[in-house]
């Protein structure tokens, strides 16, 4: 067999439609039309799909909201009435239910003033009096980036305060 035997069927140009042999040999080739066999369709469906995880698995996983996770803080914790301890575990809480962010976790770990230099770090205090004098404090020198870090600290602990009130 020669290799243009081969590639003469490849070669040779389509007909228009309007010239093509409604009964010619490609349709002869192919064999007689028949409808499509419901046997056919069936073996696509006996396709089995994965058994689904039993429900006592203990790999299931739960995901709350970023608001679910404020109030869930606001039901353990008051930002008014809150101790250095408590706030650095509201910020672990907040930052594992991915609330908040490795920046903001760091800033509340911190505290205002970047860092406590208190006798009792188990006394509670006002948490949001104290940020807002923070503020207050970063506004009176031009310090924007203490601006900024003071108004985020402040917005996320008046989430939780405000998610307090209506618990």
Known sequence: MRLT???APLQRKPLPAAEAPIDGPALQR???MTRSIPAARG?????????????DAPEDVVEI????????????YDPHRMSPIELQE???DLRS???IGAADYALLMRGPGGGYQMDDPDSPRDQIADWQLSLSESMNRPDLRAVGAN?????????????RDQV
């Open 5 to 7: 035997d081969i590639l």
């Open 43 to 55: 073996a696509l469906t006996l396709e089995r799909l994965p058994d689904p995880p039993p429900l």
């Open 151 to 163: 108004t985020r600290a402040l917005n996320i602990l008046g989430r939780v305060a405000a998610a």
């Open 65 to 76: 909201s970023r608001e679910a996770s404020f109030v869930l803080a606001a039901a353990r």
């Open 97 to 99: 239910a991915g609330a």
């Open 90 to 92: 509201m910020a672990g």
């Open 30 to 32: 192919s064999g007689p």
